[in-house]
């Protein structure tokens, strides 16, 4: 496999820009207080699963300040009885999610995992249902933010495992609970960072320059396909059934130990048996599940349904 000889590197905590500027210090007025902070914190808790440590307070501040300026409101306070206001609460709740989530991706961000998919995983996959009437491999990269990590997968597949494997078919679904995500992965048009990772070949062959950014190909488009989903709403994660893969990369980071337990059951449930789950470069499912076999590919591990 050709791949260009470049380091990937975990970034789990980055900023967004333009946020500095809503920092507790500037606004005297708007600081966050402990009790606030707190209800603030099981409130997000309790609707998604993220925790936010104490030494993210500043984190949350920063993310609901956003929110405060925009709707012009004077305290969190009077933020949160507006989120909580019955009428408007499922808009602003997902106005909340883009605030506080964290979005960060790029392209072949875990080289390894593409390598154990394409060489290992897949084939496995594919040997097992050879036989069978059932020609056809379910992905699921769950928390895909936009996109890249669908799309990834999806450009190994068209290059090395299709061409051998005509008869079969791959489905890839990207969920994420971020809707402005979602739409910039239906859209599928990147900027230079997403893909600073990407292989020149793959560049060449699967995107098309345009004056918006590097826009995927329909050839790759058309094996993902993107829905919103909460990885903690039990009965919308129940719906998810029947993958072979599923890879929940960088976001139980965010959680704390009782909502990854939670969200990694609903995993488990998720894949066919003999189906793998991968996670990141910085995650581990040690305390989390011992219903996974520990499966070791070159340099990565995957858990496998067995
Ligand atoms: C850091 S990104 C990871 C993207 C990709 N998996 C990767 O590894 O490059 C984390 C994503 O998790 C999503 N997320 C956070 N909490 C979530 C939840 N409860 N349900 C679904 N997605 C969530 C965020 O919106 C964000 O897009």
């Not at 104490?54 to 305290?75: A, F, I, P, Q, V």
């Not at 390894?112 to 992905?139: C, D, G, R, S, V």
């Amino acid at each position: 496999m050709e791949y260009t000889n470049k380091t990937f590197t975990n970034m789990n905590f980055v900023s967004r820009p333009g946020l500095q500027t809503f920092n507790s210090t500037s606004t005297n007025s708007m600081t966050l207080s402990s009790e606030s902070f707190e209800r603030w914190r099981q409130f997000i808790y309790k609707s998604c699963g993220i925790y936010f440590q104490d030494n993210k307070k500043y984190l949350l501040e920063s993310r609901l300040l956003k929110r405060l300026n925009s709707l012009k409101l004077n305290s969190y306070e009077e933020y949160f009885d507006y989120v909580n206001l019955g009428s408007r609460k499922t808009i602003e709740m997902q106005e909340l999610y883009e605030a506080i989530t964290i979005n960060e991706t790029y392209f072949f961000r875990n080289q390894p995992q593409q390598e154990a998919l394409i060489q290992k995983i897949i084939p496995e996959l594919i040997q097992a249902k050879y036989n069978t009437p059932f020609k056809k491999i379910k992905i699921w990269s769950a928390a895909s933010s936009s996109g890249e990590e669908a799309y990834s997968i999806a450009m190994v597949i068209k290059e090395y495992i299709q061409p051998r494997f005509p008869q079969f078919s791959f489905e890839i679904v990207g969920t994420d609970i971020s809707k402005e995500m979602l739409e910039k992965a239906r859209g599928g048009v990147y900027n230079d960072y997403a893909i600073k990772n990407l292989p020149l070949n793959f560049l060449k062959k699967n995107f098309t320059k345009t004056p918006r950014g590097f826009e995927i190909t329909s050839d790759i488009k058309k094996y993902a396909s993107f829905i919103e989903l909460n990885l903690y709403d039990d009965l919308k994660m129940r719906s998810m059934q029947n993958f072979d893969v599923v890879i929940c990369a960088n976001v139980l980071i965010y959680f704390d130990l009782k909502s990854k337990i939670k969200v990694v059951n609903h995993l488990y449930n998720a894949l066919n048996k003999g189906g793998y789950l991968f996670i990141g470069y910085s995650e581990t499912l040690h305390g989390i599940s011992q219903a996974f076999k520990l499966t070791s590919f070159p340099k990565t591990i995957g858990y496998k349904k067995e």
